[in-house]
Structures are given as C-alpha cells and as structure tokens.
C-alpha cells in the first residue's frame, strides 16, 4: 500500500498560504529544490485542487524555456511522469499530460488508489489537505519551515483536527534557513 503525504513551504508560524505576500525565502535555494527532486522523485501521483494545480502546470512546459539549471529541469521531468488528479467543481480542461479532473474529493476513492498504487501520492494544497487529513488519509507530513513569520493566511493544518505525530527526519539548510521535518502519523 502507498503512502499519501502532505507538504508544502509554511511560514514559521504555521502557514501554508499568507494572507499577504510570499511566506518568505527558501523554496529557489538549489539545494532545498535537489533535495525535494530526490525526496519526490518516486511519487506516482499528485493530487490537487484547482489553484494549486494552476500553479503546479508550469512544469508541463518548464523544459521548452532555453537554460534551465539541472535542479529545475530534472523536476519538470519528474512532474511530468507522474500522474495528476485534479478536484475542481470548476475546471473544465486541463493542460497537462496523465492528468485527470474529479469533481469531488471522495476519501473512499483515494483509500482504493492508495491501495492500487505502486508509488506514494502526495495531497498539495491546504484545502484538499484539510479534506484529506479530517477523512484520516494522510501518512506523512512534510514541512519546509521558512524563517518567515507572516500573521495570518491559510493554515498549514487544519482548525478542529487532532494529530499525534513521530518526527522522523529532519534538516536545516545553511543557505536559506529553510528546515525540513518530516513527521509519521502514530
């Protein structure tokens, strides 16, 4: 059976998305990208929401721009071999390869395709995350801790849910101060 993780950058107090502005440096630091390549490289599937997918398309084209340093291209390859879902009441397309639209997250749908997959799926966006963490879907969480304190946003967990976690990796990049922990469910 695969694993679904979630992870995103969030700020230093808690936030995936901040209510102004970006959640601070760390995510173009090269060695944070080589170390989220080799640590996403053998998901198999993606699942998204509308607005993080809209986001994520960029890497459908990224190699067609003329000088990508190794880190960037090497996770469009990446992305682009992996299957995509998307949950949206509102896209009516999409523009990428092996991507797919569901209508609605049905948590019963994402046990069966953890059950089938060969590889880990991850859950990207703090909304779809919400859904999937309160149906008690996710294995692992995955911050990249910025330095950054932002006030306010789109929590990186969601209000009303309990979880107890076993931290089982951590890192801390010189360069950026980004940390990366990578937490378990019990």
């Known amino acids: 059976m695969a694993k679904l993780i979630y992870s995103m950058i969030t700020s230093l107090d808690g936030y995936a998305e901040a209510a ?21 490289r053998p998901v ?42 998307v949950y949206s009441t509102t896209l009516d397309s999409v523009s990428s390869a092996k991507t797919r639209i569901e209508r609605s997250f049905d948590p019963d749908a994402v046990r069966r395709l953890k059950d089938e997959a060969d590889a880990d799926l991850t859950v990207d966006g703090p909304n779809l995350a919400a859904q999937a963490i ?47 922990a990578r937490y378990r469910t019990r």
């Open 44 to 85: 198999g599937t993606y699942l998204y929401g509308r607005r993080m997918y809209e986001t994520m398309v960029y890497w459908e084209t990224a190699l067609d721009e003329p000088d990508q340093p190794p880190h960037i291209a090497q996770f469009a390859r990446d992305w682009q071999a992996a299957e995509k879902v």
């Open 134 to 180: 309160a149906a008690g879907l996710v294995d692992e969480y995955h911050l990249f801790i910025t330095t950054s304190v932002v006030g306010g946003g789109k929590r990186f967990f969601p209000d009303g849910v309990r979880l107890d976690l076993e931290l089982v990796e951590e890192r801390a990049f010189a360069a950026s101060g980004l940390i990366y």
């Open 20 to 40: 102004e502005g970006g959640l601070g440096a760390g995510a173009e630091d090269p060695e944070v990208h080589t170390f989220v390549n080799d640590l996403f």
